[in-house]
């Protein structure tokens, strides 16, 4: 039975653990923090229990797959509800649209604006849906090492129909005619880290599958399915260690051997790495000799998605006009992602609130609220500010100021009996993001499908990866299949059987 380690328990090294236990190999994951999850965590202070990271559930038979894989039921890991309506989104606080998956319903809304209006959407739905099929059979389901697999006839089509040369924003201008319609259409990419106006449009599925899919809970919020994946772990005997820092990936003769913690060597026959791919190559993998593509200079030049900044905040009332999901656009919505992605902090900034103990009692003590708020931020990448306490202090200003200013809630400061917040620099520290961008490497044309880091890595023997900054790129849903396409790999290459010999072995780390 060979040997794998995984460094980092975030979802692509979980489903990764789970997929290559099933099929027999001896599998450990070794995690920094506290608890497994990585960017999907928890926060409980005060009574109120806040998911940290991701909150929106899609594609719900991604989250079912890796238990079905394993011939479980997942009903007998974690609950999930579909929501209608699925998410609120204000342009001003008498501006509002209730999205939800029942398309009359939508129709209705927008032959509210103007009958042109629907039926710019329903060709958005139909534009999008096609391009989805298609990306779903070509582009997602495999991974490529090669130049001739990606500059070939095939590529180049499907890739003229996903429109990976256009951006989000342009793409959508030719069917929606109003301001409204076209930054509903578009706002999405924000909340995943890229800008609408200047990455490739494949990435602006979002509102087709929140309509045509859905978006669903799971009770105890979004680590409510972290505690289903340990609870089957554990069944399966995956060895996970936590609290311990991986400090560098053992490589010797071109192949990678195990992980070095402390004055300790782990060995291993397979590594996969699952923390964030470029604070791996300038942490773990030390030697540049290794990774000639990635050296800390190419590193630096590469695009990376943007941050977040956080407040986790408990009330002392119930937020009765709120759905669970909210969203609220800047008025200067072009001018709010323009400072985003030039290092430049939003004036104006949109911002997303998400409030689970609506649904969700147990999240919150009895007549209080556990709110969410997220706003879009630059990473650290060439940004000036320190993020420092008073630096802080002063942004949070600004958020409290625009809620009030625009009567989002009322009195929100007399309300809040506990608060955290988290910056760039917090999630840089935290699950080692590098320059604290949230989504990864931002797959712009040049680090997207084949052009973006690979599961296998080429040059170094058993080594893989999977996250966000890998092919196929951020989401949940995203990195599960990335999870899987990484299992293909490691099956491929290297098949199940005898281990190899470990030559330096200081410590038992089963025993760890
Ligand atoms: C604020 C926010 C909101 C989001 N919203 C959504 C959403 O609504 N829906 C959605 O689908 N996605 C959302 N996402 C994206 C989603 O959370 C990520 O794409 C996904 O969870 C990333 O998983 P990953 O496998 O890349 O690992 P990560 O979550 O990045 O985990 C990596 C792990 O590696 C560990 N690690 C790092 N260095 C070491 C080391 N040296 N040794 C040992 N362990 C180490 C880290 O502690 C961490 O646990 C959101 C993300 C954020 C931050």
Same mark, same amino acid.
């Given at each position: 039975m060979k040997k794998v380690i995984i460094v980092g328990a975030g979802i692509g090294g979980l489903v990764s653990a789970i997929k290559l236990k099933h099929h027999g190999y001896d599998v450990t994951v070794i995690e920094k923090n506290e608890r497994i999850g990585g960017k999907i965590n928890q926060i409980k202070k005060d009574g109120f229990t806040f998911d940290m990271g991701p909150t929106i559930v899609m594609m719900p038979e991604l989250y079912d797959e890796v238990f079905k894989y394993v011939g479980k039921d997942p009903?007998?890991?974690?609950?999930?509800?579909?929501l209608s309506p699925t998410n609120n989104i204000y342009f001003s606080l008498e501006d509002k649209v209730e999205v939800n998956t029942d398309l009359v319903q939508i129709a209705k809304i927008f032959e509210g604006m103007n009958e042109k209006e629907a039926s710019g959407y329903l060709s958005y739905i139909d534009d999008i849906y096609e391009r989805y099929v298609v990306s779903n059979e070509h582009i997602l389901e495999k991974t490529s090492n090669k130049l001739s697999s990606i500059f070939n006839p095939k590529t180049l089509w499907d890739g003229f129909k996903l429109k990976t040369f256009d951006n989000t924003s342009h793409s959508v201008s030719k069917i929606a005619q109003s301001d409204h319609l076209r930054k509903l259409l578009s706002f999405q990419t924000l909340f995943i880290g890229i800008s609408p106006y200047s990455r490739p449009s494949n990435y602006s599925a979002n509102p087709m599958i929140e309509t045509l899919y859905g978006i669903w809970f799971f009770k105890g919020g979004m680590y409510g399915y972290i505690q289903g994946l340990e609870k089957l772990m554990n069944e399966m005997g995956i060895k996970i260690i936590t609290n311990t820092t991986v400090d560098e990936i053992f490589i010797t003769n071109g192949q990678a051997k195990g992980v070095v913690i402390g004055e300790d060597i782990f060995c291993a026959d397979i590594v996969i790495n699952n923390t964030d791919f470029p604070y791996a190559m300038k942490n773990l993998v030390k030697n540049e000799k290794h990774r000639p593509r990635y050296t800390n200079k190419k590193l630096e030049k590469m695009d990376y998605s943007s #941050?977040?900044?956080?407040?986790?905040? =408990?009330?002392?009332?119930?937020?009765?006009h709120l759905n669970v999901h909210n969203s609220y656009l800047s008025s200067d919505f072009e001018g709010n992602i323009k400072d985003i992605f030039s290092a430049t902090l939003p004036k104006t900034p949109s911002m997303y609130f998400y409030v689970p103990s609506k649904l969700d009692p147990s999240l919150a003590p009895a007549n209080h609220e556990a709110l969410?708020?997220?706003?879009?931020?630059?990473?650290?990448?060439?940004?000036?500010?320190?993020?420092d306490k008073s630096f802080i202090q002063n942004f949070r200003k600004v958020v409290l100021n625009r809620i009030a200013s625009e009567n989002m809630i009322e009195n929100l400061e007399d309300h809040i009996v506990s608060e955290t917040i988290l910056t760039p620099k917090d999630w840089? #520290?935290?699950?080692?993001?590098?320059? =604290?961008a949230t989504f990864g490497l931002a797959p712009t044309r040049r680090l997207s499908n084949d052009f973006r880091p690979q599961p296998k890595f080429k040059g170094i023997q058993h080594f893989y990866h999977t996250g966000s900054s890998i092919h196929l790129g951020a989401g949940i849903p995203i990195v599960m299949m990335n999870a899987q396409l990484c299992v293909n790999e490691v099956l491929k290459h290297d098949p199940n059987g005898e281990p190899n010999a470990c030559s330096v072995y200081s410590k038992e780390y089963e025993n760890a």
């Open positions: 009903n007998d890991y974690f609950t999930k509800t579909q #941050s977040a900044f956080m407040m986790y905040l =408990g009330l002392d009332l119930k937020l009765d969410y708020i997220l706003v879009p931020v630059p990473s650290l990448k060439g940004v000036t500010q320190s993020w840089e #520290s935290e699950v080692h993001a590098h320059y =604290g």
